[in-house]
């Protein structure tokens, strides 16, 4: 059973900067797709990003492009998204997200199979 925590959040100015982080444990960390997800107060979960078991592929959400970046460290069984030049639009409880499936499904929400707690980002105009 894959175990997913997060760092935690924070508060940033609009323009600013924040790293989140989510280690995984309890299985094979090198073959699972990573992904980050957003859930803003009264809206749906929303696809951020998502990386390939070897991190050669990853695709963003196109609200995200270019600003955000998604990245994994085989050694220490983590994925990290890297936010710039957020934007008050960008505050949302951000989950990241584990997919065992074979085939990728860097989009779909219901295709991931474990979750994390979720962390707080908020960003002040």
């Known amino acids: 059973q894959v175990q997913l925590v997060e760092s935690e959040g924070g508060l940033v100015q609009a323009g600013g900067s924040l790293r989140l982080s989510c280690a995984a444990s309890?299985?094979?960390?090198?073959?699972?797709?990573m992904g980050w997800f957003r859930q803003a107060p009264g809206k749906e979960r929303e696809f951020v990003a998502s990386?390939?078991?070897?991190?050669?592929?990853?695709y963003y959400a196109d609200s995200v492009k270019g600003r955000f970046t998604i990245s994994r460290d085989g050694a220490k069984n983590t994925v990290a998204l890297q936010m710039s030049s957020l934007k008050p639009e960008d505050t949302a409880v951000y989950y990241c997200?584990?997919?065992?499936?074979?085939?990728?499904?860097?989009?779909?929400?219901?295709?991931?199979?474990?979750w994390g707690q979720g962390t707080q980002v908020t960003v002040s105009s």
């Open positions: 309890g299985g094979t960390f090198s073959r699972y797709t």
């Open positions: 990386i390939w078991r070897s991190g050669s592929i990853t």
């Open positions: 997200a584990v997919q065992t499936s074979d085939t990728y499904y860097p989009r779909l929400a219901n295709k991931y199979d474990t």
